[in-house]
């Protein structure tokens, strides 16, 4: 094995240079022969009837090639890829998503019709000179305001704008449970709704060969199968052997390019049409309204304690929004991946769990870093300090009386899941340590000399990932199955190329995926090419999202690496000629155990490749494998993450004094790599937390449709971070790598963590985030005042 | 974008002779670009004052400087001169935008656009600068008239920004964390004819003085001069970011550190 580049090393990212340097290929580097160039024709009501569009002042101009618009573009609507059933079995009230809007427009941003010319400035005028006439429609814009009786409706067919009613738990038991309670802890919180902000906005080139009638979309997309999959079958009925899908260097997506989009519906759809290249490529505003936004729920939650501070029930209401149309994933986001986190990192016995998914107005609401995860642990994590706060106990207090302990796993929760191991002890007191939770009283009252509000908080969080085992996610309503594929190829010098069903966006997969085979095949990185995002070149792929990449990627990727060592040692035991039992493997080298007989891995894939010498009866020449893996259980990475803040009085300002972060991702293979993604989470955790929120108007008009409104996080809002991985892992049960994935964890545990020491130092029970200057200041002030009393 | 025509301009009796009509000069472009890019304006043509020699620099002239139009906020922000007759003005440019834009951006262009939340406007008022074009010298008091309006007239071209120093100054600005513009800026000069106090950011027209802090300074120059003194929320701004309420408490806690602060 060569020196550190194995499962373990801190190995340098080897995709960086490319990246850094302004070398990599995204979609918009590039370009076709002939290529034409799109502009989407958004509405800019929230919801209006078309009443007519007149196209032929658009099909006049210079360079125009084509328009099309709903009634032109007559194809299967976008799917939507999760059922989700009401309380009383009945489905969830599924509308149609048109590719192009029909008749009316639900959205700001909502696509009316398309413009194709030579040039991106000549689509750009024809799209302007396009005359359509709105019939302005009073518009359901916020969730608040959805479900209250006589709102306006977004689908005639969802009644008060409910998509479904769902529950989860034992609602009796639940409330047997409240019955004799001590005392009963309450929150009222919002999830607040943010916008996704890749670096690279989203792109798409459609491109038809004439002389095979193949279809071949080049997309900024985190799964490129799955488009494949959703717009072949269900949007275009293109059959999988006649459409490629490239995802080549994405530039981050952060859930929001998981989804499939109209844009790479029609500039397919439109390239057949038109027989040639058809480029898209978002801009910044276009991005804001028209990238699947995240989160945006409401929720009422309630806890049930003995007198000793241990959690009997929780009650948990919630309305979630979902925007005018049913993106992808949207439906299982405020369900299966939000109620069944529910029971947090606590034995809390009785949990019941009511979703409302509601209609609005406004763009879909679809996964964004960490999907349904960081609504529950911040509802948990926050209603667990209300808890303390009137239990007059600790906050790490009350959380220790009610962690599932070591000896409890595999622990089945009341909401579905079953952890299969944990240590939340462990990373609670290396958290506490590293912050020197017992030195804060100190710091608090050295801050008030100073004329500052000093607090302290913690998050313990979970999660699920690796998401998922097909058979589980199958009967809860998934219509796709989520295992992984990967394929090894040893080339006959011994060179090896993988091929991933994962893909990366940021996440170093071109050095984690290669530090696994060096690990196994004891191959130097040089010699390893990781090959991604293209349907022409990978079997088949559920892609990267739910810190899924290394936990199903990674282990279908190991069980083809062991296909490929099982038969590395059936051909070393003829070359040695041994019996193939007697052959070990280890370090790049077959050897027979007991003897100095020694081939190398190079020597072993030469032979399979000329195969002079060779057991050609019993053995195929070449040395390639497949494997697929369906992981049997989710992965639960856990944590604690502990912030202390300092708050000035006069204006509000808030400056995170510390930020220390214990995670148990199980096995790490670069733990440098996992660092900077605990960093990234982290980073929209306080985005989150402090700084981000969408804002749309009564009318629906998005106010928060640039950087100068939409406020992402920058450098120097930001502490140092600490970030140390537990000393006490405990490595996944059930997959062969042990690892658990840790792509969201910072996004997820974050957020509470933040709003607890905000609370914390202004001795309030709650804040809604973003916890904005004025925010604190009135809090800050409502204390002086209450103090002075 | 639109397409235009475009004209180096020699110079400045060049620029304003071009520089009418539907023509609009580009200095910068760090505003003139992005509203161009979004199609908000449509100019046949941007006269681009980047070749004239003369519109860049600073001069210490009379205890005070006198900086070329085009000279942009980081030169500004690091010069010598400055620094000496007015530290409060180099600190100001430093903490305009990022390091692109104060690399572009320049104080004419600035003054001219007479952004709502910019800062050199609270400079200009606070110190009594005068505004020196090719037609008239126009002073700060004057020349500010509104949201984006000022009292420059068709192919009228700034030239340059004279400051005279204050006997001490200082500006507070409290940033709006999404734009970094001022949510609320506050100039304090104590100056020869008085102390003069003026606030970006917070106005429903633009930048504007304080006076019941200038006649509260002018009696004792201390932050608890302005203990006593209130700010009525009224012809405030509330948007997304920020109630009048708060605005107006901002002005008062900005206005006393900057007092603190003067030098
Ligand atoms: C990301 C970003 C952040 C920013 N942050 C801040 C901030 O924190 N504080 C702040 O104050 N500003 C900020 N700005 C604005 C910045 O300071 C601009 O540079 C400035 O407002 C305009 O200067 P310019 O030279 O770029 O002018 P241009 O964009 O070239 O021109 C602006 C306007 O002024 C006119 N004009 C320019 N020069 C003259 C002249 N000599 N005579 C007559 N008319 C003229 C033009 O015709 C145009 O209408 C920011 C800008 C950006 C892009």
Redesign the pocket.
Known sequence: MPEGTGIGASVRRREDARFLTGSGTYTDDINRHGQTHAIMVRSPHAHAKINKIDKSKTLGMPGVLAVYTGDDMKVGGLPCGWLVKNQDGSPMVEPPHPVIAQEFVRHVGDIVAVVIAETKQQARDGAEALGIDYGVLPAAVSLGDAVKPNAPQVWPQAKGNICYDWGLGDKAATDAAFAKAHKVAKIDLVNNRLIPNAMEPRAAIGDFDKATGDYTLYTTSQNPHVIRLLMGAFVLSIPESKLRIVAPDVGGGFGSKIFHYAEEAIVTWAAGQLKRPIKWTADRSESFMSDAHGRDHISHAELALDKDGKFLGLKVETLANMGAYLSTFSTCVPTYLYGTLLAGVYTTPAIFCNVKAVFTNTVPVDAYRGAGRPEATFLIERLVDVAAREMKMDPAEIRRKNFIQPSQFPYQTPVALQYDTGNYDATLDMAMKMIDYKGFAARKEAAAKKGKLRGIGMSCYIEACGIAPSAVVGSLGARAGLYESANVRVHPTGSVSIFTGSHQHGQGHETTFAQVVSEKLGVPLEQIDIVHGDTGKIAFGMGTYGSRSIAVGGAALVKALDKIVAKGKKIAAHLMEASEKDVEFKDGKFTVAGTDKAKTFGEVALTAYVPHNYPITELEPGLEEQAFYDPLNFTYPSGCYIAEVEIDKDTGTIEIARFVASDDFGKIINPMIVEGQVHGGIVQGIGQALLETCVYNKEGQLLTGSYNDYCLPRADDLPPLEVQHTDKPTPCTHNPLGVKGCGEAGAIGAPPAILNAICNALGVAHMDMPATNEKIWRAANAQTARAAE | MYSFEYQKAGSVADASKAATGEA???????????TLKLRLAQPSKLVD?GGIKDLVGIKAEGGGVTIG?MTT?AAVAKSAEVKKAIPALAELAEG???PA?RN???I???V??N?PA???PAACVALGATIVTSKRKIAADDFFKGLFETA?EEGE??TAISFPAPEKANYQKFRNPAS??ALVGVFVAKTKGGVRVAVTGAGEGGVFRKKSFEEALGKSFDAGALDAVKVDAKGLNSDIHASADYRAHLIKVMAKRAVQAAK
Do not use: E
């Not at chain 2, 609009?24 to 992005?34: D, E, F, R």
């Open positions: 609009k000069i580009v200095a910068g472009g760090m505003t003139l670009i992005p004052l139009a906020h305009i935008g990022d834009v572009r951006g320049t004419g262009g600035s001219a656009n952004d910019a800062d050199y420059l071209v700034i970094r513009y």
